[in-house]
């Protein structure tokens, strides 16, 4: 072909390429593991799109056509459009609220036909779009707490409204691309103060308030007294401490019963305080007048994740091979092919299995990184990091809700999961990356 129709193959990183294949390969055989019945026809139902299995394998097709057109497309397109598409998420988001359809309690979906399509999920590849648009602008200098605040509001914009739709979850994914903006110089002291104030609102939940607050006070005194010699030098060292003393106070008494009473939803609250083993102190304030205080003692909130490490557990070292599974053939987990698809790959291969699966979500993300880093242009370099947080967020967040180790907050496994707007909004990120690195020789703005 001519130079000015260069193959389409040029450039593309093929690594990339097969990793995807064999995520998505995976996420089929898991989904078709639990869900395909005795006396059904393997090819029929692959085709019928009646079964899950079958609507994710055409959801598949779908992405990769998509992809396939993403790769045809000019790498300037996505730095021209940008913004514009992150308008056009956030229309999407709005539009949400007049027309969306409760599913499981969120109300963050739009129901088209027979597809459901989740506004929120596409808007995580819209930000990363602008995000990197912005930091890669000539004028925006990061290091102006102005430009900082701009960064973070095309970041919280988009998750405010996602918790408003009762998808707090997904509204966390969003939090991940502040790795973006570390990389690019933001301040430590930032993401420092993010992490305190998490660590804060974990020791509240584990600790009386009282206490809490003592120890707090006695901290600041202690501070106060070891830094005195350079209080009286700089008074602005005591105002300092005493902030950071009543920020803190502020945090303990006022915003987390506010998180926990007004943002996260009942049964998220439950499951955090039934993960820490901890009575729901605010269950009364949760509840609706007339219905009955779930109490997380009962550890029925817990059942999901309980179910979910029976079955990985079950599956040993081999697991107990295709189809042959108990706890996720039967439905003992619920969400097994979605949320909870990694307890049937526990199940059904086992640590082999599992370790499998790491493996390739390891090589994945340490090859985008590495992408990342090969990049000339500030907006390709950004957009790389920007999917790798997604991914490692996701990937870290679903695989420790299966096993215990975070509170279930809803959210897939990249191209694992059955879900045709994750499938979807994963492979668009990872092929426009392909795009951009393909023409990294070039410098976009």
């Known amino acids: 072909m001519s130079q000015r129709n260069p193959a389409i193959s040029k450039g593309v990183d093929w690594v990339l ?17 639990v869900t395909w019945r005795e006396g059904d026809s393997v090819v029929q ?7 899950d299995y079958s609507k994710q394998f055409y959801f598949f097709i779908g992405s990769l ?11 300037k397109f996505f730095t021209a459009t940008a913004n514009i598409w992150y308008a056009v998420g956030i229309f999407l988001l709005l539009l949400v609220f007049p027309f969306h359809t409760e599913v499981k309690g969120t109300n963050s979906i739009i129901r088209l036909g027979g597809f459901n399509l989740q506004p929120a999920e596409l808007m995580k590849v819209f930000v990363n779009l602008a995000l990197a648009k912005y930091l890669s602008r000539v004028e925006t200098d990061f290091s102006t707490p102005r430009s900082h605040l701009i960064a973070s509001a095309i970041i919280l914009a988009p998750a405010a409204i996602t918790i408003a739709q009762k998808e707090t979850g997904l509204a966390l994914v969003f939090f991940a691309f502040f790795l973006v903006m570390f990389r690019e110089g933001f301040p430590a002291g930032y993401l420092i103060a993010g992490f305190s104030i998490g660590v804060l609102v974990v020791a509240t939940l584990l600790v009386d308030k009282i206490i809490l607050a003592l120890v707090l006070s006695a901290i600041g005194l202690v501070m106060i007294y070891l830094m005195r010699k350079q209080i009286k030098r700089q008074r602005r060292l005591l105002l300092s401490v005493i902030m950071i003393w009543g920020l803190s106070i502020i945090t303990i008494v006022f915003v987390v019963p506010f998180l926990f009473t007004k943002v996260l939803e009942k049964h998220q609250v439950e499951r955090i305080f039934s993960l820490i083993g901890k009575e ?3 269950a009364k304030l949760n509840t609706v007048e007339g219905e009955e205080p779930v109490s997380t003692a009962k550890k029925d909130t817990d059942y999901n994740v309980r179910q979910s490490k029976i079955a990985i557990g079950s599956g040993g070292f081999k697991g107990k091979g295709l189809l042959k599974g108990t706890q996720t053939r039967f439905d003992f987990v619920p969400e097994q092919r979605t949320d909870f698809i990694f307890c049937t790959i526990g199940e059904g291969f086992g640590f082999l299995g599992c370790t499998l699966v790491l493996g390739i979500y390891l090589f994945l993300l340490l090859r985008i990184v590495n992408i990342a880093e090969r990049q000339r242009s500030v907006f390709s370099r950004c957009y790389a990091y920007g999917v790798a947080s997604v991914f490692f967020f996701h990937i870290a967040i679903n695989i420790c809700m299966t096993v215990g180790l975070a509170p279930v907050i809803g959210i897939p496994l990249p191209f694992i999961s059955y879900g045709g707007t994750s499938l979807l909004t994963f492979s668009t990120m990872l092929f426009i990356l392909i795009r951009l690195d393909a023409d990294r020789q070039m410098v976009l703005r």
Do not use: Q, R
């Open 45 to 51: 139902s692959f085709i019928g799109f009646k079964t």
């Open 280 to 282: 729901n102190p605010y």
């Open 17 to 33: 390429i097969w990793l995807y294949l064999a995520l998505v390969a995976i996420g089929l055989l898991s989904i078709f593991s």
């Open 65 to 75: 056509t998509l992809g396939l057109f993403i790769l045809l497309t000019d790498s």
